[in-house]
Structures are given as C-alpha cells and as structure tokens.
C-alpha cells in the first residue's frame, strides 16, 4: 500500500503573527516558516506504517508556493520517499482553499492509486480543519477524522477520535482518508545525514494546470483585522486581593 | 431564503446550548429548519422545537444516523440542500466532521468557525490561532457554515416549531461506530459554562490536579487544561483549551499553572474576566490577565478555594 500524506507550509507555531495595516492580510514577508504541526504527526505516522511493514511506499504531496519544496524536503528527510510539489501560486499571501486543494490531491490520488491518506486535522494559518474532509467526499471513501489512534488491518481500520465529550472508536473501510489529531504520535527530528539524504530524494515539480484544477478562491477577504485587544489588567497582591477584586467586578 | 441549521445530537438528546447559540448566529440569514438526526432524535426534536426563532423541524431516525458517521449524515444533509440556500451548524467536532464533506460534495468551500455574520454572504472567521480576524464573501451558490457558539449568546426558549419526520436515504456502508469512552462529568459543559478553572504544566501531577477541580467546584465552574497538562496525562483531552481544543468565552477563566502559549491564548482570550495564578511573572498569560497573581499555586489555589467556598 501507498501512503500519501499531504504537508502545508505555513508561519512557524511559535511566531506572533503581525496583521498588515492596510487590512490586506497577516505580513509573511521575513517570518519563519515551518512545516503545519499537524501535518509533521501525520508523516510521522505514515513512516511509522511503513516501518511496521504495513505501508510500502509514503509519498508527501505539497501544494502552494515554489518554496513549499522546504517542507517537502522535511518530510523526506523524516523518512519519506518521494516528493510531488503543486504550484498553485506565485505568491505566499495567496492561500489555496481547502476545496481547490482537495481537488488536487484527488487528481493525484487517481494518478498514484496510494491505500491511504493522512492528512492533519487542520492547518495552524487558516484554521480551516476541512481538506481531509473535503478530499474523502470527492472519493467516495470512508474518513476518520482527529485521530489518536490508528490500527490498520487489511481492508478496514480502527480510528480512535478525539471528539468533544470524549474518545469514539469508528471502523473505517480502507482506502480512506485520515486525519490526525496531537496525540496520535510524537514526529521525530530528522537527523543531519537523513537531511543530505533527502536532497537525493525525487521531487516531482507540477502545476494546478497538470491537474486541471481551477485554484480561483470561493471566498473572497474582503479584510483582515487585528482582533480586539484587551485592555490592560492589574497584578494582585494577595489571595485577599484576589477575591475582594472578583466580588466588586460581579465575578463571584 | 432558507436555512438548514444541523442540531448538536449526542445519544439522542438535544445539546440545547450549542444549538440555540447556533440559532441565534443564523437568525438573519433567512427561515431557520432544524434537522436533527441519530439512531434516535425523536426526544431532541421535541426539545428543539421549542427554541425561538426556528420555522420548523426535521427529525431523522435511522440506525445509520447514530453517533452521527460523517458519510450517512453528509448524505442526508447533502439530499436535502436543494431547498436551502445556507446550511449551518455549531462547530463542535461532531460539524466539523461533516460539514466540509457536505460542502465538497455540493462544490462548494465551507466556511468554519465563524465569529459574526456581517451579511447572508459575508461572514467574519479568526485565523492564525485567533490572531487576526478575517472577512470574507462567499461568491458559492450555497454557503456551508459553522459557527463559533463561543461568540453568540443562546436563543431563548419557548417556541413551539412543527416537528416533522423524514427518512434518511441509503447508508453509503463505508464505517461504523465501534464504541464510545465518554469522560462521565457532572460538572458544567465546559464550552457552556460561566466559570472555567483550568489547570496547565505547573500544576505538576495528575493527583495535584484534584486542587483545580476543588476550585473548580467551590465556583461550580467547568474544568479546564492546557495541552501541556493533557499530554503530561493530568486531565483528559476533553478538556483542552485552546486552538486544537475547545474555544471558551466564559465570565471568569482562571488560569492556573499555565504559561499563556498562543494555542492556549486561542481558546479563552474572549473571556469577559481572566484570572492568571502563575509564579512566573513574566508568563505571556499576564499580559491577557485582568488579575493576575505572581504565587506559588499550591499555596494560592487552596486559600482562594478556602475563601470562595
């Protein structure tokens, strides 16, 4: 089986992000880059299930700008095969929808044949949480989604979820798509010889064109805002403090 | 125009808060149809019918509706999309699971999570982690909508909608439910509740935790943790706050022991009131803080319980 896991390359989880005074968007230009957290527990997974001899193949797909190449070589240097990289756009402000994205990865699932996709729940610069699922509906497969656990075997698997009141176990038909939540795994750290490596490793350059995919954004930002800031608080003394500053607020 | 607004269904009872927060989200985009659906929904459509400002309800029963599998549900929602111009639910996991499916499936993008509806085509959504806020117009035939109930306050109740039962249309067989491993609480929901005490990485153990919930308790305030303190195996993960966790935006968060990650930031910084116990003074949580006390909480926490009980 071929696992093909999809990696975004967004603004690095640690990095304050800064919105334009125009309104135009969130500023990209010099700020760190990284592969989507989400998206390294995914490949993470992906290697471990070739390890175990359940998956003969990982094949990490990624879509956007020419410098999304980096991630890609993130992902081969943790352990993947080979690459295919997606132009879809020239700029990195131009964020590819889910939709568009999804559409993509369907092309190239038709092409690739892989058993299985992982993919991470959601990308930490939209907040989107929807491609894995988008992608599932246009292949009429099975999903499982925010997984904590996964457990192939043969034609089905058993996908652990994450849902609000607790842990739901789903039996899911393979090939399917997964999407993985934080507590599936820990991602490794790629080590320096795995880096050089990965240099060596395939990466197939593509364009939407190749696909026949039209990226044109369904939902058109008509701004960008800074969220409201919360006025500055005070530091308390004491315990006493405390509680005699919540009762006058109405708080307790 | 017309809405189809999916009811939060969980085992067959109606989950009133998220729902009516759902209703009032989509109150101005049209006539509001509530669909609830499950192996059982009967009861819940009986309980949804009275929330105000609805038009009408649908209940679909069927074993292949139960716990509520991404592919029979998006397939019911999905045939009956050609009467509705938005379909919308609250974003809890259950939404989030189906909601995109449905929107693939009808070619259109789904738009989650959303904070405030400016017009029937133009929606406000936070992005990077809460850090900015984004307006955008669907220019999509249908739009597919989840809102953030954290943002809009329940309708009320007393309304009394027709209740009509539907069929559901043929299960696409492609997963089944296996089992559930629910967190028993008796304390309040945690996206719903007034209070919210949450504990993070400084709280130290699974057994110091129990002072969180002692807190928690003497304000009957819900329990909540930091992704540091559900990885360390302190709290369940049903109770993260945060980015990948549950969004909040309760009257007083107290946050204890936790340092105020953006992730974490991004899932209670909508509070009317944050309280930050923390013995590191220069914690990011500080700077959210409306109170912030620099202590050691093992000496804080039990003389504010002791003092709030």
């Known amino acids: 089986m071929k696992v093909l896991v999809p990696v975004k390359r967004v603004i690095d989880y640690n990095v304050k992000v800064r919105v334009k005074a125009d309104g135009s968007g969130v500023d990209l230009a010099n700020v760190k880059m990284s592969m989507n957290p989400f998206d390294e527990i995914a490949v993470e997974q992906a290697i471990r299930l070739k390890e175990a001899g359940k998956a003969e193949e990982v094949i990490a797909v990624s879509i956007g700008v020419k410098q999304a190449q980096e991630t890609l070589r993130t992902a081969l240097a943790m352990g993947a095969d080979r690459a295919i990289l997606v132009i879809a756009s020239e700029d990195v402000n131009t964020d590819i929808e889910p939709l568009a994205v999804a559409k993509i990865l369907k092309a190239i699932i038709d092409e690739e044949k892989p058993g299985l996709v992982l993919a991470g729940k959601q990308a930490i610069d939209n907040d989107m949480n929807a491609t894995g699922q988008m992608l599932s509906a246009l292949m009429g497969w099975s999903q499982g989604t925010f997984a904590s656990s996964l457990d192939i075997d043969g034609d089905h698997a058993l996908v652990t979820r994450e849902v609000d009141g607790g842990l739901q176990t789903i039996k899911v038909t393979m090939p399917s798509i997964i999407t993985v939540d934080l507590r599936l795994n820990e991602p490794r750290y790629a080590s320096l010889p795995n880096i050089m490596k990965a240099k060596k490793k395939q990466m197939d350059e593509k364009t939407a064109a190749d696909y026949g995919v039209d990226v044109t954004p369904r939902l058109q930002v008509i701004g960008t805002a800074e969220p409201e800031t919360r006025k500055a608080g005070e530091i308390v003394g004491s315990v006493d403090e405390l509680v005699a500053k919540l009762k006058e607020a109405g708080a307790v | ?309």
């Open chain 2, 1 to 309: 125009m017309a809405v189809l607004l999916l009811a939060e269904v969980t085992d067959g009872e109606l989950a009133m808060d998220a729902t009516a927060k759902a209703v009032t989200a989509a109150s101005t985009l049209g006539d509001i149809t509530l669909l609830c659906c499950g192996a059982s929904a009967a009861a819940a459509g009986e309980a949804a019918s009275k929330i105000k400002g609805i038009t009408k309800v649908l209940v679909a029963e069927d074993a292949s509706l139960g716990h509520r599998l991404a592919e029979p549900t998006a397939a019911l929602i999905v045939s009956l999309a050609g009467d509705y111009e938005h379909i919308v639910a609250p974003a809890t996991t259950d939404a989030k699971n189906v909601l995109p499916r449905v929107a693939a499936l009808l070619d259109v993008m789904v738009i989650s999570d959303v904070s405030a509806v400016v017009s029937s085509d133009t929606f406000e959504r936070p992005i990077y982690a809460g850090n900015a806020l984004q307006t955008v117009k669907s220019i999509d035939p249908k739009k597919v909508v989840s809102f953030r109930t954290s943002t809009f306050d329940a309708a009320e109740e007393g309304g009394s909608a027709p209740v009509e039962t539907i069929s559901a249309v043929a299960n696409p067989g492609l997963s089944e439910w296996v089992e559930d491993k629910v967190a028993a609480s008796d304390r309040p929901e945690l996206t719903s509740a007034g209070v919210v005490v949450s504990g993070g990485r400084g709280v130290g153990s699974k057994e110091d935790f129990a002072m969180i919930e002692k807190l928690a308790d003497a304000l009957g305030a819900a329990v909540g943790a930091s992704r540091a303190a559900v990885d360390s195996g302190y709290a369940p993960n049903d109770w993260q706050v945060g980015q990948t966790g549950k969004v909040v935006a309760p009257d007083l968060y107290v946050a204890v022991g936790i340092s105020g990650a953006i992730q974490h930031l991004a899932g209670m910084k909508d509070s009317k009131i944050i309280v930050a116990i923390n013995k590191d003074e220069e914690a990011p949580i500080f700077q959210v803080a409306d109170y912030g006390l620099v202590a050691d909480l093992f000496e804080a926490v039990p003389e504010l319980t002791k003092k709030l009980s």
